[in-house]
């Protein structure tokens, strides 16, 4: 946990294992994540979660199946997650001590990238950005991207990924494959209004940038810039939310072998939880 005021870092949990996306509640007092358990490949990836000193370490996923990517409901009572427990990557739903684990949504494809903001989930499926109801109903595509699915030498194919709800439910932020001359994938990030409309670039720097969080008053956005071209950084950037004042702001006392994977604003926006690793 980084404090914005003050630049003071404090370690809330520590693990030998891979720790992947997380996500704080409404009332900042407590953490979901995924973890793996017993080894390193996916099917020992499950979700937990835990206080935001530390505390009380749970774990709500216990199976064979790759667990990943918990967000939680605006009220904290459930966790929707993505989870191959059939022939793809769906998004799953549970309350927030892991009881009624059941299918929320399947696209008949890979979904990913899921984020939950008042009655709507957001996630990715197909390369596009798509929007449904809480309840799993009424799944619409808002993007359609140049060249969507097609495959050159990034990991991804081009496309559409990491969609964020702003904190008002008007528009979402989301990262976009724009150039493949990196194998990290060359990004830029962009804004469009809930109904896909209003399609709004932020930055033209094509990095290999992106899983946004907004701060909760919607004014700022923080992000992961992983590299510049072959150049490894996974530091933290931030800008306003009309792309302006892009900055890093990373700590400078951070050493270069930690690495930042993964983001979050406190509920107050005073402090940004994240994940960081030794390399």
Do not use: C
């Amino acid at each position: 946990m980084l404090d914005l005021d003050t630049g003071q870092t404090n370690l809330v949990h520590s693990t030998p294992n891979i720790i992947e996306k997380m996500r704080v509640n409404a009332t900042g007092d407590q953490i979901v994540f995924s973890q793996t358990v017993g080894g390193d490949g996916y099917e020992y990836n499950e979700i937990f979660t835990i206080g935001e000193g530390g505390q009380g370490l749970t774990r709500l996923t216990e199976n064979t199946s790759w667990d990943l990517y918990p967000a939680w409901s605006p009220d904290g009572s459930t966790i929707a997650f993505l989870s191959f427990r059939g022939t793809d990557l769906d998004i799953y739903a549970m309350g927030a001590d892991g009881a009624d684990q059941h299918l929320l949504f399947d696209s008949g494809s890979h979904d990913a990238d899921i984020h939950w903001q008042g009655d709507l989930i957001t996630f990715t499926s197909g390369s596009r950005i798509w929007l449904m109801d809480s309840d799993g109903s009424d799944a619409r595509s808002i993007t359609d991207p140049p060249r969507v699915g097609e495959w050159g030498n990034a990991v991804l194919p081009f496309g559409d990924y990491d969609p964020r709800i702003s904190p008002d439910g008007t528009q979402v932020v989301f990262s976009r494959l724009v150039d493949d001359s990196s194998v990290h994938g060359n990004y830029d990030l962009f804004l469009v209004d809930i109904d896909g409309t209003d399609l709004i670039q932020l930055t033209e720097t094509g990095y290999t940038q992106g899983v946004t969080d907004w701060s909760h008053d919607g004014e700022r956005l923080i992000y992961i810039l992983a590299a510049i071209d072959g150049t490894g950084l996974y530091d933290i950037y931030m800008m306003n939310a009309d792309g302006t004042a892009n900055h890093n702001a990373t700590p400078d006392y951070y050493p270069d072998t930690l690495v930042i994977h993964f983001a979050v604003f406190s509920p107050d926006d005073t402090k940004i939880y994240f994940v960081g690793e030794w390399w």
